[in-house]
């Protein structure tokens, strides 16, 4: 015990022990939101119209949006068709960084309509030219997407169906025709109400320069009934 007492501190040996953390089974926290800078648009899910007009043009709109817009994804787009009295599918279109029509009766007639900006498609709209009867019948557009996570990936595949018709000239829908009238009833409802409170405003002013003027002829004939009174003490006093 001296002899390790007399030893210099140089000399005693040093112990270091180093503790790694514990292990944490809880699964990291979340990316955090992108820099305003970053800010990625809004996306609406808005379903196609379903009435074309023949010999023009048409867009078959089809627009899935992302649940989580911070996950990374890309996204492959299929359309197919069946006329009405069929009963299968026919693949007519498909879009992998470029559109190719896969239906003879469609070539030349549809273009890419939807998201151009990056693989991560979120509008896989297409246009259909130079409509013809013959198109009538049922849409289905795939969204084929997947999803890239930290640690695996995840595919899915949204379908979405326009059921077209084709007709010779273009009608106005119900809703269209409804809000037209709501709007012409407004503005004649707005128009009587501007009248009726020009109607009530000239009968207060009106009433209330009566007033002025009945106050005013009033003021008037005191005054001349006060001066007589005086003229009539005065002659009394010089009798």
């Not at 009608?171 to 269209?176: I, K, L, N, P, V």
Request: glycine fraction near 6%; charge should be negative.
């Amino acid at each position: 015990m001296h002899i390790l007492t007399a030893l210099s501190p140089s000399l005693s040996p040093t112990l270091s022990l180093s503790v790694s953390p514990p292990l944490s089974l809880c699964p990291p926290p979340p990316p955090p939101p992108p820099p305003v800078g970053m800010c990625r648009g809004a996306c609406a899910e808005v379903d196609s119209d379903t009435e074309a007009v023949a010999g023009k043009g048409f867009k078959l709109g089809c627009i899935s949006c992302k649940r989580r817009s911070e996950v990374e994804g890309s996204a492959t787009v299929d359309w197919f068709f069946r006329s009405k009295g069929q009963k299968d599918f026919e693949h007519i279109y498909n879009y992998d960084e470029e559109g190719s029509i896969k239906s003879f009766q469609f070539e030349d007639r549809l273009d890419w309509f939807g998201s151009r900006q990056s693989n991560d498609i979120q509008d896989a709209s297409i246009f259909l030219t130079n409509v013809t009867f013959n198109d009538s019948g049922t849409y289905r557009c795939r969204v084929n997407r997947l999803l890239t996570y930290e640690f695996y990936e995840y595919q899915t595949k949204i379908f979405k169906e326009v059921n077209l018709t084709v007709v010779g000239k273009a009608t106005r829908g119900t809703a269209s025709i409804v809000s037209e009238v709501m709007m012409y009833v407004a503005i004649i409802g707005l128009q009587v109400w501007l009248l009726i409170e020009m109607i009530y405003c000239y009968r207060k002013i009106s009433a209330a320069g009566e007033e002025a003027l009945r106050e005013a002829a009033n003021a008037e004939y005191l005054a001349l009934a006060s001066e007589s009174k005086d003229n009539c003490a005065g002659v009394q006093v010089g009798d």
